[in-house]
């Protein structure tokens, strides 16, 4: 199946490590862009890191350094390690995959919503102070 299904998220105190899971299979694009959203209470779906069929990453400027995204292509699985979590990280974690863009034949991957049709139904993560 196309639709992503999330795991692995949790409760931790700040300092602390999660690592997410995403199964995703189905998917026959050659080239496409797998990514991870959070949305917090009363805030705006935003894009946290996205990697492209080549394996090339992108990540939002405040999880730099403490994100890692990742792909298992033998599991169709995708990953999210999350260190040194902080309190502002606690949201509503999202799985999405999407066809990508185009530019002179190069393909590229951005952290827009609008760019990903498959969604999977989140994982909640919960970093305590």
């Known amino acids: 199946q196309v639709q992503p299904v999330e795991s692995g998220g949790g409760s931790v105190q700040s300092g602390g490590s999660l690592r997410l899971s995403c199964a995703a299979s189905?998917?026959?694009?050659?080239?496409?862009?797998m990514a991870w959203f959070r949305q917090a209470p009363g805030k705006e779906r935003e894009g946290v890191a996205v990697?492209?069929?080549?394996?090339?990453?992108t990540y939002a400027d405040s999880v730099k350094g403490r994100f890692s995204i990742s792909q298992d292509n033998a599991k169709n699985t995708l990953y999210l390690q999350m260190n040194s979590l902080k309190p502002e990280d606690t949201a509503m974690y999202y799985c999405a995959s999407g066809r990508g863009y185009y530019s002179r034949g190069y393909h590229y991957c951005l952290l827009l919503r609008d760019g990903y049709n498959y969604w999977g139904q989140g994982t909640q993560v919960t970093v305590s102070s």
């Open positions: 990697i492209d069929s080549d394996g090339s990453t």
């Open positions: 189905g998917y026959t694009y050659s080239n496409y862009c």
